[in-house]
């Protein structure tokens, strides 16, 4: 008779057990999300082992022009047909897409999507200008779109918002910001004006917020 020899052996857990690496990325503030109670605090912290912040594509604007040729480098690939910009149009291009005015929300995904239309719709193989314009109108009004509205739409028409510089129009929605939780222009000028009008030997505020909103075509009764 045999004997069995098990007792020989190791023994060994018949399940077996895979490692898993999760690798997650998102847009959102995770730890603001927690502490509102928008994202679970346990799958948080399982995700948080380690985490790196990269900025998005519009804080990233050297990074644009090499990621064009590469998008071309992938339609090539994909679709078995090589595009390239005529000299004129890429400086074009390029002066919009590395531009304040380019918000690029969506990142890659809205460049490689910008790519693939002028690759696509580009005359024999070759994105020349009358493409980019295309593209540039379409970029544009996508982006006035996305735009957060500072309360100015109501106020200016069209081509008045598009006339006025980024700096003053930062300080002219903090105005606006100020004449709506006011009761009165007087009162909304010495907010305003709170630390010059103690370098003045007599200050009228109310004037001189009427004259600063007459710059923009607009008195206290449009504002309010």
Same mark, same amino acid.
């Given at each position: 008779?045999?004997?069995?020899?098990?007792?020989?052996?190791?023994?060994?857990?018949?399940?077996? /057990?895979?490692?898993?690496?999760?690798?997650?990325?998102?847009?959102?503030? !995770?730890?603001? @999300?927690?502490? $509102?109670?928008?994202?679970?605090?346990?799958?948080?912290?399982?995700?948080?082992?380690?985490?790196?912040? #990269?900025?998005? #594509?519009?804080?990233?604007? $050297? *990074?644009?022009?090499?990621? &064009? *040729? /590469?998008? !071309?480098?992938?339609?090539?690939?994909? $679709?078995?047909?090589?595009?390239?910009?005529?000299?004129?149009?890429?400086?074009?291009?390029?002066? &919009?897409?590395?531009?304040? @005015?380019?918000?690029?929300?969506?990142?890659?995904?809205? &460049?490689?999507?910008?790519?693939?239309?002028?690759?696509? #719709?580009?005359?024999?193989?070759?994105?020349?200008?009358?493409?980019?314009?295309?593209?540039?109108?379409?970029?544009?009004?996508?982006?006035?779109?996305? @735009?957060?509205?500072?309360?100015?739409?109501? !106020? &200016?028409?069209?081509?008045?918002?598009?006339?006025?510089?980024?700096?003053?129009?930062?300080?002219?929605?903090?105005?606006?910001?100020?004449?709506?939780?006011?009761?009165?222009?007087? $009162?909304?000028?010495?907010?305003?004006?709170?630390?010059?009008?103690?370098?003045?030997?007599?200050?009228?505020?109310?004037?001189?917020?009427?004259?600063? #909103?007459?710059?923009?075509? !607009?008195?206290? @009764?449009?504002?309010?």
């Amino acid at each position: 008779m045999g004997t069995c020899d098990t007792h020989k052996r190791p023994f060994t857990n018949a399940r077996s /057990y895979q490692r898993l690496q999760l690798i997650a990325g998102t847009n959102r503030d !995770l730890v603001t @999300a927690v502490a $509102e109670g928008r994202f679970r605090d346990d799958l948080f912290a399982r995700l948080n082992l380690w985490t790196f912040r #990269l900025p998005g #594509l519009a804080d990233r604007r $050297e *990074d644009i022009e090499p990621n &064009l *040729d /590469y998008e !071309l480098e992938r339609f090539a690939q994909r $679709e078995g047909t090589r595009v390239t910009f005529n000299k004129e149009a890429r400086v074009r291009y390029l002066t &919009l897409a590395m531009s304040p @005015a380019a918000a690029w929300a969506g990142n890659f995904r809205d &460049l490689a999507a910008s790519v693939t239309r002028m690759a696509t #719709l580009s005359p024999n193989a070759r994105i020349d200008r009358d493409c980019v314009d295309a593209e540039i109108a379409r970029l544009t009004r996508l982006w006035s779109t996305e @735009a957060p509205d500072d309360g100015l739409a109501g !106020l &200016l028409s069209e081509d008045q918002r598009a006339g006025i510089d980024p700096f003053d129009r930062v300080q002219f929605v903090e105005a606006i910001r100020v004449c709506c939780a006011s009761r009165s222009l007087s $009162e909304a000028g010495r907010t305003l004006f709170a630390v010059s009008r103690q370098a003045r030997a007599s200050t009228n505020d109310a004037d001189r917020l009427r004259k600063y #909103l007459a710059r923009f075509g !607009l008195d206290w @009764a449009d504002v309010r």
